[in-house]
């Protein structure tokens, strides 16, 4: 048996009031976020909007109407406010009062403040507008490369797409319908309107918790892997991503080589001119490294002054050419550093799997050792390490 309006006012009011604590209380948890912020706001501003609602009949007009569905309207532009917060943009504030007051100026109007259906028809496509626009922000991170990819992105676009669907869908149900005499919440779609609405907040509130929570996990996922001086992947990260090009190559059988690089007296420049001036040329050859390779290749620092890089699909030669490329750019950049002559030079050495089954760990043993020949040679050369 369907509810009556009373209780579907009743249900949407506890829900979104609900929603807005468990994203308020998720931001109290983490108040970094100003995402949960944002939308705990927003689904605050719509849980009055809808409570003054009920007081339709009741109340004055100028609350249950005006007041009402201008709140309701600039929640959505709040969430669209979320969405940009969550890609690290600037929220602008200004955006979603534009809805209410475009709402407001319409209420000035007598013939459209009198008929129920004109309020309908404005207040959603107002709404679905946002909806679009919050749609649009949540999936702009996945349209642009370099950008974290959560999976909960696709699920949030999709739910604000549906509501501004089925909001839209209001519009030419509600110029069928304005012969009807019923009473507006007595109409026979309120109550499928009211349950979308219901399913909607109850959706889009735990996507956009479980988006951030997502959004922490992935940081402290890349936190585990990434060097904090560089910015490059660590020792972990590159065994796991070498172990996964051999895999590929060897199903391929494509070639694989791996550069071990090492700085060359560095403990000199450390206690010549400090700390300070020994990270900024780590630092140095990070840059040297990250422009000096090629795209697909992977570069980390796995140990203290020593940096290795997997090359997919590069052979001998080809990784004997791009680590003397690597080795002229970081001498270039390390002749001065923090304005001290530290003309820092790097040693390198190279193996190479001819797509052969070889562990990254046998492997980078072996440039280790051909890196040894080039420290005992006396440094800035290179050398390949003998075929296994």
């Known amino acids: 048996m369907?509810?009556?309006?009373?209780?579907l006012f009743l249900i949407v009011v506890v829900t979104t009031f609900t929603?807005?604590?468990m994203l308020l209380w998720?931001?109290?948890?983490?108040?970094?976020?100003?995402t949960l912020l944002w939308a705990g706001a927003g689904y605050a501003i719509s849980g009055v909007g809808s409570l003054l609602l009920v007081g339709r009949g009741t109340w004055p007009d100028i609350l249950s109407i005006d007041l009402a569905t201008g709140m309701i309207v600039s929640s959505f532009g709040i969430i669209w406010?979320?969405?940009?917060?969550?890609?690290?943009r600037s929220p602008r504030a200004w955006v979603p009062l534009v809805g209410p007051a475009l709402w407001l100026i319409a209420c000035r109007m007598p013939g459209f403040y009198a008929t129920f259906e004109y309020r309908v028809i404005v207040g959603s496509?107002?709404?679905?507008?946002?909806?679009l626009m919050a749609a649009w922000e949540f999936a702009a991170r996945d349209r642009s490369a370099?950008?974290?990819?959560?999976?909960?992105?696709f699920a949030m676009v999709a739910v604000l797409g549906l509501h501004a669907v089925a909001v839209l869908a209001r519009v030419p149900i509600a110029i069928a319908d304005m012969a009807q005499p019923a009473a507006p919440f007595e109409r026979p779609w309120f109550g499928p309107v009211a349950l979308e609405a219901i399913v909607f907040a109850q959706m889009a509130a735990f996507l956009i918790v479980a988006l951030t929570k997502?959004?922490?996990?992935?940081?402290?996922?890349s936190a585990a892997l990434t060097d904090p001086l560089t910015g490059l992947s660590n020792r972990r990260a590159m065994f796991e991503r070498g172990a996964s090009a051999l895999d590929e190559a060897a199903r391929e059988r494509r070639p694989t080589a791996v550069i071990v690089f090492d700085l060359d007296r560095f403990k000199a420049i450390n206690d010549t001119f400090g700390h300070p001036v020994g990270d900024a040329v780590i630092r140095a050859f990070a840059v040297a490294a990250e422009t000096s390779l090629r795209r697909g290749d992977a570069v980390g620092?796995?140990?203290?002054?020593?940096?290795?890089?997997i090359l997919p699909g590069a052979g001998e030669g080809d990784a004997c050419v791009l680590a003397a490329r690597v080795m002229a750019r970081f001498t270039d950049l390390a002749a001065t550093v923090e304005g001290c002559r530290t003309a820092c030079t790097v040693s390198a050495g190279v193996a190479a799997s001819e797509g052969s089954v070889h562990s990254i760990e046998s492997l980078i043993v072996a440039a280790d050792r051909a890196l040894y020949e080039a420290k005992r040679l006396g440094g800035a050369r290179l050398c390949v390490a003998a075929a296994a």
């Open 2 to 7: 369907p509810a009556d309006p009373p209780t």
């Open 26 to 34: 998720s931001w109290f948890q983490n108040p970094s976020d100003r």
């Open 125 to 131: 496509v107002i709404i679905a507008v946002y909806c």
């Open 146 to 153: 370099g950008h974290d990819r959560l999976a909960g992105r």
């Open 19 to 21: 929603a807005s604590a």
């Open 214 to 221: 997502s959004r922490v996990e992935a940081q402290l996922r």
């Open 301 to 309: 620092r796995i140990g203290g002054e020593e940096f290795a890089a």
């Open 81 to 88: 406010s979320a969405a940009r917060v969550f890609n690290g």
